[in-house]
């Protein structure tokens, strides 16, 4: 089966995506998620002018020979950019590969590994009552596992919290949102909140939180060491990795879970951090890293040191990447958890789907490949809208991590 057209489309219902389809000879075609916030034409030309080109006459079948001939052959490795690309053909082939055997991606992996894959939703609020609130809908929802993150009190702004009572969304149009920070400020908070969620709720819900890399490494350690007694499923990017060996000092000083990578893009990001049992979860995307043939390494090397999975999930990453993972999730078996934002009502729409949610826990469905198509007639409807994502500043105007 011959590769006979790759297009890619950028699309906006709702949010900007950036979708990738492979045609073959046989009629049967594929799609995958090479979507990066706020970047997202970079990948576009990447895969457009750089990639396409390469494509056509490629046999679809050759996956894995494909991946190490996009890696490899670009010569410049790694990266954000370059690996989402790589990662959209990797995902659009795994599906043409699940067509044309007629089976369901999890099961070309290796068949389910669980009944179904815990995901985790986020309650968020300006102030502690709010925050409650919304975590008691997810428990009504049926939620598992609930990310729970809140405003700070004389703070101007906070990460994860939403604007109106909509969905979180931290992408700006037009201009680049500049937001306010103080780590004494948080860390004298956050504890707080756990504290109120453990007494009203009690510990029958994982409780996670994404600290969004804004702490440094003794100052995460401080907050996890403060948090025990709350038994967080996890803490997320308590502080920036690209120096993993920082990651040794939260370590020594507390037994709070952690989980890092969702800005990562390959094995080596995660390497040191998985090798020293650095971290508990790698939240590695398919999306972000490198498709189903790179995340599967990863995973699997994550495995020997008892580190688990907990894909990122947010709602920038498409609908065909959430399809995708779902697969990836009933498979892997050091599997954690997955997160699930939801998506704008028009996303739903134009990205048919075979996934669906029933009371915290999700399935990816039976249809043969990762079960997501796309609608292009409807997404032509919506036009890219560039958006950016915010930086975040001390209170002296120091240009922090966001
Ligand atoms: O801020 O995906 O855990 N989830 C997150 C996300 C990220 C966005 C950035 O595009 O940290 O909400
Ligand atoms: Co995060």
Redesign the pocket.
Known sequence: MKIIRADVIVTCPGRNFVTLKIETDEGIHGIGDATL?GRELAVASYLKDHVCPLLIGRDAGRIEDTWQFLYKGAYWRRGPVTMSAIAAVDMALWDILGKAANMPLYKLLGGASREGVMVYGHATGRDIPEALDRYAEHIEEGYKAIRIQCGVPNMRSVYGVAKGNGMYE?ATKGAVEEQSWSSEKYLDFVPKLFEAVREKFGFDTHLLH?V?HRLTPIEAARLGKSVEPYRLFWM?DPTPAENQAGFRLIREHTVTPIAVG?VFNSIWDCKQLIEEQLIDYIRATLTHAGGITHLKRIADFAALYQVRTGC?G?S?LSPVCMGAALHFDLWVPNFGVQ?YMGFPKEALEVFPHAWSFDRGMMHPGEAPGHGVDIDEKLAAKYPYDPAY?PVARLEDGTLWNW
């Open positions: 916030n931290p994404d969004h997320e969702e990122h947010p920038d997160e994502l």
